[in-house]
């Protein structure tokens, strides 16, 4: 258990709609990552959140948006959806500001588009 | 920007070495390389860095080129769980300016009985 939760585990929606994928850091974590998975391909980076405020973007689609709140919880929105979206994503935390900083992944949710 | 090429899928018996390779032949001098494993769909799990001297945990060793244009992670006895796909990962971008990891497609390994 790395201590990174997500929800939920599974969403199964139709295309057009809007989803939010929730992402809680490990206790003491500053920095939230999100990463998209497609079937078998590798992760791709989406957007980096520190303390509150975006560090570093990805290969994020203008359809999609995160933000960090306060308590340093995570949400990443995808809207307009489309049956390419379906995938794993991934939200992962670490303690500073740097893609360095070692990652610690949560279990992921898997997103089906129909 | 930098990125790295490790082979699709390696093969390794129960009990031996595994040793898999990683070209990251446009790394910036001062960067460094970091492997991480995703085991079935779960979150990747971080494994090792280097810069340029070889390292060591618990989990394996990373052995770094002279020139930094290659290395390879070793685990030194594979077991059945360690059957996954590792990530071998540099980072893009300049400081204070959107640096980001790039994650490539991976090496599958299947650790055979």
């Known amino acids: 258990d790395s201590g990174v939760t997500q929800t939920p585990k599974h969403l199964i929606t139709a295309t057009g709609q809007r989803v939010t994928l929730r992402c809680s850091p490990r206790?003491?974590?500053?920095?939230v990552y999100w990463y998209q998975q497609s079937l078998d391909q590798g992760l791709q980076f989406l957007i980096q959140?520190?303390?509150?405020?975006?560090?570093a973007k990805g290969n994020i689609l203008e359809r999609f948006s995160a933000q960090q709140f306060p308590d340093l919880h995570s949400e990443l929105n995808l809207s307009s959806l489309e049956l390419g979206d379906s995938a794993l994503y991934f939200c992962?935390?670490?303690?500073?500001?740097?893609?360095?900083?070692?990652?610690?992944f949560g279990p992921g949710t898997r997103l089906t588009v129909l | 920007d930098a990125k790295t090429t490790q082979p699709p899928s390696m093969d390794c018996a129960e009990g031996r070495a595994a040793n898999l390779p990683c070209n990251h032949s446009?790394?910036?001098?001062?960067?460094?390389v970091y492997w991480y494993r995703q085991i079935h769909s779960q979150g990747p799990q971080y494994i090792i860095h280097?810069?340029?001297?070889?390292e060591t945990n618990e989990m394996a060793s990373l052995i770094i080129t002279e020139d930094r244009k290659s290395s390879t992670l070793i685990l030194p006895h594979a077991t059945l769980r360690d059957t996954a796909v590792y990530y071998c990962?540099?980072?893009?971008?300049?400081?204070?300016?959107?640096?980001?990891?790039?994650w490539g497609l991976g090496t599958s390994l299947a650790v055979n009985p």
């Open positions: 206790s003491g974590d500053l920095s």
């Open positions: 280097g810069l340029k001297n070889n």
């Open positions: 992962a935390s670490s303690v500073g500001d740097s893609s360095y900083n070692e990652q610690f």
């Open positions: 990962i540099v980072r893009v971008g300049k400081a204070g300016n959107n640096r980001k990891l790039i």
């Open positions: 446009t790394i910036s001098g001062n960067e460094y």
């Open positions: 959140y520190y303390n509150g405020e975006e560090r």
